[in-house]
């Protein structure tokens, strides 16, 4: 029991130490984030481009993406840069540049008509490890506590055997986990670059004069179009087969040719998630 009194007043003590402390007014920053949360997958096509490769439907699914970035930046104090009084709600502005590396997910579920029959297939792609460059502008308020931003940037695919999971409803190909070997011919013609935009929210908590711990969270749209289709060997050889089947059969105009530009489709994704970050001034 004295224990738990002797605990109690510790936090007591230190939540009216963290309380009085005052954020970052003003000056270089440096922010360590950590972020972990998820990513739903939104994919879109042409339907000329969904016939061509013998597919009916293509939808996105959900997965677990963590993450971490460094920004480093400059914050503005409204009563120096834009003359407002010290209580002013709006305390002042940040302009940061951040680097970060992660992981990338992307799910899908194609369906395809087989025998008569309509089979999903489910594949979900983790790219390792995902860098990220781009910037981010901040609005302050309440003495710098709460902070509420918005950043542009750009993500670079890095991995060149990305690990993927493979299973459809009908069992008709079976279940396969692997990796996709992104050979010399997907290096140069790929496209492993995808836009991304975010908006976030953060609330810092002084910890030392010199340190802060921040809490948040953010949510970001990432534009990806990779100008190709890569599918796992047994996918890839089930497609050509049908594909030549249909051929045959008059049902097609043109064999399939994955190394064929398919310029409708882009692997979009929204991720979301919360960030623990520790501020440092510099």
Known sequence: MKQCKNIAVVLMTLLLVLGNASAFEQGWVLNMKANVGGSLTVPSISQADLDYLGANKMEGTLGFVPGGKAEVGYIFDSPTYFNLSEDHVFSGVGAFGYIGIGEGF??????????????????????TPVI????????YFFNNRLAVGLSAG???IADTTPSYEQYD???ALGAEVGTIIVDEWMMKNMNPLMGSFEMLVEYNIPILPTMELILGGYTQFNIFKPKYITMPPKLQESAIQDANKQLEEGKRSEPLDLR?????????SFDFGLTISLGFKL
Request: no cysteine; net charge negative; glycine share 12%.
């Open 132 to 139: 990220s460059l781009g910037a981010t502008g901040k609005a």
């Open 154 to 156: 750009m993500k670079m």
């Open 106 to 127: 992307a799910g899908q579920i194609s369906g395809t008509e087989v025998a008569g029959e309509q089979v999903n297939v489910y594949m979900n792609i983790h790219y």
């Open 169 to 171: 409803d009908k069992d």
């Open 260 to 268: 064929k530009p398919i310029d409708s489709y882009f692997i979009n």
